[in-house]
Nanobody, 113 residues
Framework: QVQLVESGGGLVQAGDSLRLSCAASGINFSRYGMSWYRQVPGKERESVASIFSSGNTAYADSAKGRFTISRDNAKNTTYLQIHSLKPEDTAVYFC???????WGQGTQVTISS
């Protein structure tokens, strides 16, 4: 059974930083790419960042510069570091195994202005 459990979300002020975590189990973690998505009401879920098994990364244009995706294979965990948070970053952030049907439950990130 594949499980992805996000944590680290919360209510923060604009300009603050957050690090989201996604702990994976049930997969050979190091063999898979991992992605972060986000979704706000009324909009489609959008890709934010991916990190591949090679360690290479890819970012949505909207995420470049303020978002950093990383992984710790020893902990079966991927991270999304967000700096200089803006109100428009408010969303539910989801962890995803690249090119799979496996998703986490999501963690709410709310940025106050």
């Amino acid at each position: 059974q594949v499980q992805l459990v996000e944590s680290g979300g919360g209510l923060v002020q604009a300009g603050d930083s957050l690090r989201l975590s996604c702990a994976a189990s049930g997969i050979n973690f190091s063999r898979y790419g991992m992605s972060w998505y986000r979704q706000v009401p009324g909009k489609e879920r959008e890709s934010v960042a991916s990190i591949f098994s090679s360690g290479n990364t890819a970012y949505a244009d909207s995420a470049k510069g303020r978002f950093t995706i990383s992984r710790d294979n020893a902990k079966n965990t991927t991270y999304l570091q967000i700096h200089s948070l803006k109100p428009e970053d408010t969303a539910v952030y989801f962890c995803h195994v690249y090119r799979s049907d496996w998703w986490g439950q999501g963690t709410q990130v709310t940025i106050s202005s």
